[in-house]
């Protein structure tokens, strides 16, 4: 069976790392934060001691990291072991850039995917994230299937691509409701009435995802996601979103919470 390894076991990284554990295949974990592989190890996986131990022996390695600085530090260490005929799943938000800068560091022989996903932590757990996957995804797609539905979405790079889209249109989404209120507020109405009137029209999903509990997305890796999108293209309606998004994430009551915590940030700005 083929062996696989993976790193980053945050909020999205360990419900994934789970999935892998009733597929058959020996699984390597390792995190920055030891203890939080505890569960997994419990389970059946192995615990590195080292991002390098982990993928040593690994046929598939799969990384689900904070950003841009969490996955550059972890390809130092594990580039220089990983052999001939390894599939790295790429499954972090990074954007594309990120993605072709890791491809160009990696030896011949060693394939790369960009497969980011769409879901917060409830999809993860039950194994039902939308999978963006870009690149030569073949030979990776029965260990994709364990984490949900796989969309292919073109060359390296195309699945970090879309996920910059879809983040920014449910990040600003959930800022517009946000400020909706503020303006039903404003206007002396019923905050439950505007709210469900929000929730019945086109943008009731974000009226959901604002409101939302039981899941995480962190403030802080929203103010990260927003960041990536803006620096590609000129969006001034979604750099306003960044700098709302940067504001919460500057504040410790809500940087390391889930962004509906963030709309109340946002609507007493």
Excluded: Y
Excluded at 19 to 37: C, D, E, F, Y
Excluded at 99 to 126: I, N, Y
Excluded at 153 to 162: D, N
């Amino acid at each position: 069976m083929e062996k696989i390894a993976f790193l980053g076991l945050g909020h999205m990284g360990a419900p994934m790392a789970r999935q892998l554990l009733g597929s058959g295949h020996p699984l390597t974990v390792w995190n920055r934060t030891a203890a939080k592989a505890e569960p997994l190890v419990a389970g059946g996986a192995r615990l590195a001691a080292s991002p390098a131990e982990a993928v040593r022996d690994a046929d598939v390695v799969v990384t689900m990291l904070a950003g841009p600085a969490a996955l550059d530090a972890v390809a130092d260490a594990i580039v220089p072991e990983l052999r001939p005929g390894v599939r790295w799943v790429e499954m972090s938000t990074v954007g594309p850039d990120a993605v072709k800068e890791l491809a160009a560091r990696l030896k011949d022989g060693v394939t790369l995917v960009d497969a980011p996903v769409m879901g917060s932590t409830d999809r993860a757990a039950a194994g039902q994230l939308g999978i963006l996957a870009g690149g030569e995804t073949a030979a990776v797609e029965h260990v994709l299937a364990r984490f949900g539905t796989v969309t292919r979405t073109g060359p390296l790079g195309s699945g970090a691509a879309l996920k910059l889209v879809v983040n920014a249109a449910v990040l600003g989404g959930v800022a517009l409701v946000a400020e909706a209120l503020v303006l039903a507020n404003a206007l002396g109405l019923d905050e439950d009435t505007a709210r469900t009137a929000l929730a019945g029209g086109p943008i009731g999903g974000a009226v959901g995802r604002a409101f939302a509990e039981g899941v995480h997305f962190e403030t802080a890796l929203a103010a990260k996601d927003m960041d990536l999108a803006t620096s590609v293209a000129r969006l001034p309606a979604m750099e306003a979103v960044s700098a709302h998004f940067r504001r919460a994430a500057a504040d410790p009551a809500t940087a390391h919470a889930d962004i509906a915590q963030a709309v109340a940030r946002i609507r007493n700005f």
